[in-house]
């Protein structure tokens, strides 16, 4: 990095790489630039990217995701119109970062470093600590940070035993002010002791183990996407598994965050769900309670638009979920959608 005083400003300019092979070789100074650009308290300084002439494409589409976090987190391109005639333009909002983050990673499923969420409330970002991605995670907070309409929490995603963010991150984070950092154990099945941050953090351990196994928020049955509205249904209920005698406490929790043990529903088909009024079969049919005022059974009806739950929801320990479930209610009693 070069650190130019010019104009009564420190400027901080990132380079580019000269020979550009894989996703991150050409933005692996990026996260690390934007540590330093924050470690330094003096208010009159800005931070630049500069392409020196290279080998390869920095115009992948995961390039130009990248390079649009990286506007919208503050640091400007010196040079990019010698190399890319296109407009490059930063993130309006943050669901414009989690709509284009899904399509990004749905075209390549092993480009799932980090996921972007929100609830009615907060802002939710499961950063991975592994390897490049630690670094990756910075530059998505900070981008979050300077576009949240609603606070942030990032959980930090422990993969080979690394359970925390690099602290010039955490410090990064801290002095923006609206991000709060959960180091956990998402995928230990760790029991927690504190029950406010259990209820959280299996909360999140669950969210992000359900964007990791079927993607984004989407209601599986009349696919709406509106994030704020679709919540994580467990298939087998937590009270259910708190409940079940014959397994222990970290075999409960293990169930409580499963990926395998649930869809994404919109409030409406949550609720219908747990009170069973709808409900599945073991070959993904949506069936419906019999005996339904037929007023209510027509807007049930007319709410839904896919009658039965596609392969990537119905795994082998989906269908586990299910027979616990299914169990306690008689399947008799109800109709295919
Ligand atoms: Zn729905």
Redesign the pocket.
Known sequence: MITLEYGGMTHYITLSERDIRGRNSSLQSVPTALNIFYSDSNPNKQLWYYFIPYVGNPFTGYHLVYYRLMLTAGINFLNIDSYYSNLISPYANVDEIITERSENQNSNRSNNSSFVSKTQDRIQLYAKTYGANKYESTVFGVALSKIADRPIDVFAVSEQDLQTLPQSSLNTFEQLGNITVYNTSLRLNRLIADADDARRLRSAAYNYNLLDRIGMKR?A??S?EIPEIIHGAHVWGVADIRSCEIIDDSQKYAHAISGHNGLW??H??HKLFDSNILAFDLDGRCLIKQSMPHSHESFIRE?INVHRLGTSIISDDFKYYLTQRNQVINLNGYQAI
Do not use: G, Q, T
């Open positions: 209601c049955l009349c709406c529903l919109c409406n088909h709410s």
